[in-house]
């Protein structure tokens, strides 16, 4: 108990240091999908920043292509709202070798 309390009592001083929080939460429904709490958080980080200004979306664009590198269309897939910030489409299928499946 107490566990979103605390998920929120986290939200000012991550935001005060100009950081971005974003949260899911684990829906019993969606149990049988992976990540689906991670998911639905960045789901809502993509629609935050697909919505807020340019340079905003341009930087964010720049950083995540620069940290995920090959793994965009597999993270595109997971999450299809990031196709809007990084503007790679989902990939009709996944290969992902070892290396890359021990980064996830």
Same mark, same amino acid.
Not at 20 to 29: A, E, H, L, Q
Not at 69 to 87: A, K, Y
């Given at each position: 108990?107490?566990?979103? %309390?605390?998920v929120l009592? #986290?939200?000012?001083?991550?935001?005060? #240091? @100009? @950081?971005?929080?974003?949260s899911?939460?684990?829906?019993?429904?969606?149990q #049988?999908?992976? /990540? %689906?709490?991670?998911?639905a958080a960045?789901?809502?980080?993509c629609?935050?920043?697909a919505? @807020?200004?340019m340079?905003?979306?341009h930087?964010?664009?720049?950083?995540?292509k620069e940290?995920?590198?090959?793994? %965009?269309?597999? /993270?595109?897939n /997971?999450?299809?709202?990031?196709?809007q910030?990084i503007?790679i489409?989902?990939?009709?299928s996944?290969?992902v @070798?070892?290396l890359?499946?021990?980064r996830?």
């Amino acid at each position: 108990t107490g566990k979103t %309390s605390l998920v929120l009592r #986290m939200q000012k001083p991550i935001t005060d #240091m @100009g @950081g971005v929080f974003i949260s899911g939460k684990f829906d019993r429904f969606r149990q #049988m999908e992976p /990540l %689906s709490a991670i998911t639905a958080a960045f789901t809502g980080f993509c629609k935050q920043i697909a919505k @807020g200004n340019m340079e905003k979306l341009h930087q964010t664009r720049n950083a995540i292509k620069e940290k995920v590198g090959s793994l %965009s269309g597999f /993270l595109v897939n /997971l999450i299809p709202n990031l196709s809007q910030i990084i503007q790679i489409p989902a990939s009709t299928s996944l290969n992902v @070798g070892g290396l890359e499946a021990q980064r996830i």
